[in-house]
């Protein structure tokens, strides 16, 4: 990754220069976080006091958390298995080893996101970089001109450029729609969240794609996907190194207002191909992540891909596949137990929204819809992106559809005239709680059956063995967001109409 040195300090020398007569602490972090362990969590105790475990080289990391100058108390710092927090002088310890790559703070609320100049968060240090005689890290943050309890994160999931022809659609629709809508929306207090297959394959394109998305202006954290893979790695260990040296490391977590965020990497490489599968570490990094934030508080969850979803009941099988589901879910589900918990995704280049485990899984789609081929994914939904609002501990969302106006929600069909004598309606930013209604020539006829069938213009794009012409193996996709109404005769008017669970209104006009 770039230069750190405009947050992060590694010398001692440097850091005796900074002086503060008070303690400034983290209030929002503290409403998240439990009071600081004085042990770190994570390393055995008869470990804590060893140079030397195994053969592995321990260091001892000694840093501060500051704020304009300013300590904060109880910020989290990890090596990706150990986590402490820091001192009422904002100060920190950490013993660390040497199989361990990165060490990084959890942002605390009420602090801006520092990023690089390219837009990507600051918040990480490579181990291997650390001064093993003055092993020193100081991360520094700002803060928050306003209460940051109301905020908005736009989640981008598979922007997965190929090439060039594909890294110029990203820019001049998705780069600059989003741009536009932050401006039209007027939000404030954005991030952004690319949910996997940054690229596709080609991980020389991080740095053009990179530096596309900075004109949005708007911090990017990056969750890695199975295209974000080293493919001359071996095995799971080392397939990240390039999306970590370019993009952030492949797990972390972070704060903002009363909600904790974390990244995971649920993308298990074995040189050959991948399973979705969590590994020990990063799992019990996960339990001591989650040992600072109070049971019945907001947790959301970034992975690429989904702990569950229905492919697998829609195709007819009798259970996920381990390329498209979470192997070891149940263990998550377990973690978050007590949490209210979100887990939000992509991967599948299609919109489901489920529970499962006692959590609500998003399943988002695709900001390169069917792979760049079209203007929309193989289940019909729009190449677009996620918006959510942030205010408090709820959590509203909505798709936004790349070149389309934000209340486009609905494509209609009008097959009264064939043999299935019916309306046919792709609501795809629908659950099982929304309801759907009809309204033919100015009269309401009633409620829209929900269906599995597939998007007719999905069909006509993808379904054919010369179609689409870019990637000739895409395909139609049979979801759950179809909704049909059997009408006999003719209908010069047609309007359908969705009302939402969160309330919400959508009509659209054939």
Not at 278 to 284: G, N, S, V
Request: hydrophobic share 35%; aromatic share 12%.
């Amino acid at each position: 990754m770039s230069d750190r040195r405009n947050f992060i300090r590694t010398s001692l020398m440097a850091a005796a220069g900074i002086a503060a007569s008070d303690t400034l602490l983290a209030k929002p972090l503290a409403n998240l976080q439990n009071k600081p362990k004085k042990k770190t969590k994570g390393m055995p105790a008869n470990q804590q006091q060893l140079q030397n475990v195994n053969g592995l080289k321990t260091l001892l990391v000694k840093g501060k958390v500051t704020s304009v100058g300013y300590p904060l108390q109880d910020v989290v710092i990890s090596d990706g298995l150990n986590c402490t927090t820091t001192d009422k002088d904002g100060t920190y310890s950490l013993l660390t080893d040497t199989r361990r790559e990165y060490l990084f703070m959890s942002i605390p609320s009420g602090q801006k996101i520092p990023v690089f100049s390219n837009y990507i968060p600051e918040f990480s240090y490579p181990i291997s970089k650390i001064d093993e005689k003055e092993p020193y890290v100081e991360f520094r943050v700002i803060p928050e001109e306003g209460d940051d309890k109301k905020h908005n994160f736009l989640l981008l999931a598979d922007p997965q450029v190929l090439d060039d022809k594909d890294l110029q659609r990203f820019y001049a629709e998705t780069v600059y729609d989003i741009k536009n809508f932050i401006n039209e929306q007027k939000l404030t207090n954005v991030f952004s969240v690319g949910c996997g297959d940054i690229v596709y394959d080609h991980l020389e394109l991080y740095e053009q794609f990179k530096q596309y998305y900075s004109i949005a202006k708007v911090p990017f954290f990056a969750v890695p996907g199975n295209h974000d893979t080293d493919k001359k790695s071996q095995s799971d260990e080392g397939s990240s190194e390039t999306f970590q040296n370019q993009m952030a490391p492949r797990y972390y977590s972070f704060n903002k207002g009363e909600v904790h965020y974390v990244v995971l990497d649920d993308v298990f490489y074995h040189g050959s191909g991948y399973i979705g599968y969590l590994e020990k570490d990063q799992m019990d990094w996960l339990k001591n992540d989650l040992s600072y934030i109070p049971k019945g508080k907001t947790v959301i969850l970034f992975t690429h891909i989904p702990p569950f979803n229905t492919e697998h009941t829609r195709l007819g099988e009798s259970k996920p596949r381990v390329s498209t589901a979470l192997m070891n879910r149940e263990g998550l589900y377990k973690l978050l137990d007590g949490y209210k918990s979100y887990i939000i995704t992509g991967h599948m280049h299609e919109m489901e929204f489920i529970k499962d485990g006692g959590t609500e899984i998003h399943v988002c789609g695709a900001v390169c819809g069917a792979w760049w081929t079209a203007d929309i994914c193989g289940d019909g939904t729009p190449n677009g992106y996620m918006v959510y609002s942030v205010d408090g501990d709820k959590l509203t969302w909505q798709y936004k559809a790349t070149k389309k106006p934000f209340d486009h929600q609905i494509r209609i069909f009008n097959e009264l005239n064939t043999d299935k004598m019916r309306v046919l309606a792709n609501v795809w930013g629908a659950n099982k709680d929304w309801k759907i209604y009809l309204y033919a020539d100015g009269q309401k006829k009633g409620e829209m059956t929900q269906i599995l069938d597939k998007d007719p213009l999905s069909q006509s794009l993808f379904d054919g063995p010369e179609l689409p012409k870019k990637h000739k193996w895409v395909d139609s996709y049979i979801n759950y967001h179809m909704y049909e109404y059997k009408l006999e005769g003719t209908a010069q008017n047609i309007v359908v109409e969705a009302v939402s669970d969160q309330g919400k209104t959508f009509t659209q006009t054939l």
